[in-house]
């Protein structure tokens, strides 16, 4: 018994580097996506796997907070831009001015975007960097009339 619990203890523990999944960036035409081993992952979830790396969690809550007004900036900026459009499609008398404001709104948002990519890539960084470290950690619990061994890589 105790022969099958080290041979387990030590499979997970040389193991442990191979589960590491890194969280890679690409740019898309309306933006940016996240992938964590080869699957397409949201901001809010790389903001979650982010909690154990302090560094990068805050770094990537910088990023987030910037991708969120310039998400809020652009949105009102083609909703304006989109109302004026559809009058003259429907052949009524547009407001040129809300296309013009909305415009302003989308050249707004560009810095808060730049700022997103600037400290994103700098989160990920820190992160995957952390991961290449291979840490194993093993948390201890006892529940009731058991116990268990949680091990996260």
């Not at 309306?30 to 699957?39: A, L, P």
């Not at 790389?46 to 560094?55: P, R, S």
């Not at 052949?91 to 810095?111: K, R, T």
């Not at 994103?120 to 470290?133: E, H, I, M, Q, R």
Request: charged share 15%; proline share 2%; net charge positive.
């Amino acid at each position: 018994m105790h022969i099958r619990f080290a041979a387990l203890f030590f499979l997970l523990l040389c193991s442990g580097v191979s589960f590491a999944q890194k969280i890679e960036i690409y740019k898309t035409f309306g933006g940016f996506r996240f992938e964590r081993d080869s699957v397409a992952i949201s901001a809010k979830m790389v903001l979650e796997a982010m909690k154990e790396n302090q560094l990068a969690y805050m770094e990537f809550k910088k990023a987030k907070t910037n991708l969120d007004v310039a998400s809020v900036l652009g949105f009102a900026g083609g909703l304006l831009i989109g109302l004026p459009i559809g009058t003259a499609i429907a052949s009524g008398e547009p407001e040129w001015a809300l296309a013009a404001g909305g415009a302003g709104l989308i050249l707004a948002s560009l810095p808060f975007t730049s700022a997103f990519k600037q400290h994103a890539l700098g989160a990920l960084d820190t992160y995957n960097a952390g991961l290449s470290a291979g840490r194993v950690k093993f948390n201890f619990y006892l529940a009731g009339a058991g116990g268990g061994l949680v091990v996260r890589f």
